[in-house]
């Protein structure tokens, strides 16, 4: 099967950025509309989507969107001095078309569908990228009086954007006033615009993630003025070296430059100290340095010795099962995800297969990736009892046998032991867990509305009543 070795280049990538965030030619939601509150204090769309905006302007999901709202503006642009529209019967044909040539070079064992579905897209959303196409290739053949049936491939299409760009003139940077993200001629992106096309993009879920992740920002920021207290650049400074010597102790990225590790995440160290949820943790931790002394501190200590204590380094091999509960998770029926794992084993045990280099083709979880190493973890951590409690039974080299937990079947090897720290070496993790179990506590008090999230339960509750 050829695999869709003609396809238009734009299309392909149309489908693959498509996602959410970039390009949706979505109303945006009145900006003065309530999404959200904290102990009654309104959290209106304009306030969230400037957190948006703020938080993913310098990302490659912000930096993706731009360049997508400029291409856009620029083809309305030439659209309106040509007096150019583009009905919805010429995007049908221009998509049935290609839905042709998929269905043609995959010998009918693909549809155009199918393949937008594996990329995240709704059909609706392709064909708002596709008539933006499609008008760029009806401008350049009205700009350069070429007949209608002439074929303007993307290399036309790219060359156009960017000479466009150059005659209408297009600015981002630092130059802009103050709330301007982009100019292109005398059209502005403002933030809070930028933010509601963001805002848009996302899926129900991450909507309701993100108004989250925003209302407890401003739990945290609360609570600090509450206290006294402020972020420093000094706190800042602190964090990110913890942060780096976090990295740098971890088996998995050790010996790996932070700054390299940064990029490969999408950011740098100074686009993470003005990250919003980056500044929150360090808030919550700056509180829990004021409010918890080493008594304290030293009490917890003792009390969480699972969580503190003795640690194993393990790696492991999941074969997902298939929950009813969660669908969309994938994963095999009970019978055949146990057979697998079986498989598995035989060739590590039996076969002298090295347990990483089958983790990296067999495990079903982005583990894979380092040889299915998870790093040391505790016995009362953030891994399923039943894991947790295989790991700990081993001597380290040896391969345990099929461990069932929530997600699947695993194959444990535990590659080191170490003993519980002192005190003082643990220090630092002990504020962090003392922050976290605070800050949990103070979330629970607080009253917190989110309408998305109302929403998406709204909608399960709907989906689990009988059916008639």
């Known amino acids: 099967m050829r695999a869709f070795a003609n396809l238009t280049t734009s299309i392909l990538v149309l489908a693959a ?20 509150a904290l102990d009654g204090q309104p959290v209106t769309a304009d306030a969230f989507a400037t957190f948006l905006a703020r938080k993913y302007r310098n990302q490659p999901t912000g930096a993706n969107l731009l360049g997508d709202l400029r291409d856009r503006t620029l083809i309305e642009l030439a659209a309106t001095r040509l007096g150019l529209s583009i009905d919805a019967a010429a995007v049908d044909r221009e998509y049935r078309a290609l839905a042709d040539r998929v269905s043609s070079e995959t010998d009918g064992k693909q549809t155009l569908e199918d393949y937008l579905t594996r990329k995240g897209t709704t059909v609706a959303e392709f064909k708002t990228y596709l008539r933006r196409l499609v008008a760029a290739r009806e401008i350049i053949r009205l700009e350069r009086k070429l007949p209608a049936s002439a074929q303007v491939d993307d290399k036309t299409v790219a060359t156009w954007l960017v000479e466009q760009a150059k005659r209408v003139g297009v600015t981002t940077d630092a130059t802009l006033p103050k709330g301007v993200y982009l100019r292109v001629g005398d059209r502005r992106i403002t933030e809070v ?24 920002l401003r739990l945290i ?9 402020q972020v420093t650049d000094v706190d800042l400074d602190r964090a990110i070296a913890l942060d780096r010597a976090r990295y740098a102790n971890n088996p998995r990225t050790k010996g790996i430059p932070y700054e390299k590790i940064l990029e490969q995440l999408g950011t740098s160290v100074a686009q ?27 009490s917890y200590f003792e009390a969480n010795q699972d969580r503190f ?12 099962v298939q929950n009813p509960a969660q669908p969309f998770r994938g994963g095999h029926a009970e019978a055949d995800a146990k057979k697998r794992i079986d498989a598995i084993r035989k060739r590590i045990v039996d076969g002298g297969e090295p ?23 505790h016995r009362n951590g953030r891994f399923d009892p039943a ?57 629970r008090g607080a009253k917190i509305e989110n309408r998305y999230l109302d929403a998406i339960r709204a909608e399960a509750a709907e989906a689990a009543k009988p059916k008639d």
């Open 17 to 36: 950025f498509a996602v959410g965030v970039p390009g949706q030619d979505v109303a945006p939601e009145g900006g003065d509309a309530v999404v959200g």
């Open 193 to 216: 615009a930028f933010g509601h096309q963001l805002a848009a993009g996302l899926t129900d879920q991450d909507r309701a993630k993100e108004l989250d992740a925003m209302i407890k």
């Open 221 to 229: 920021a609360r609570e600090l003025a509450a206290n006294g207290l």
């Open 272 to 298: 993470k100290k003005a990250d919003p949820e980056f500044r929150g943790n360090v808030a919550i931790l700056k509180i829990a340095e004021a409010r918890f002394d080493d008594a304290a501190l030293r």
């Open 309 to 320: 204590g003795e640690s194993v380094r393990v790696r492991h091999i999941v074969v997902r």
């Open 355 to 377: 347990f990483d280099k089958v983790a990296r083709t067999a495990s079903e979880d982005r583990s894979r990736l380092q040889g299915g190493d998870l790093g040391f973890i």
């Open 387 to 443: 894991f947790a409690k295989a790991a700990f039974a081993l001597e380290p080299g040896t391969v345990s046998e099929p461990v069932r937990s929530a997600f699947g079947y695993h194959l444990l090897e535990v590659l080191e032991r170490r003993p519980a720290p002192e005190f003082a070496a643990a220090r630092t993790r002990l504020v962090r867990a003392r922050a976290q179990d605070w800050f949990r506590d103070v979330v």
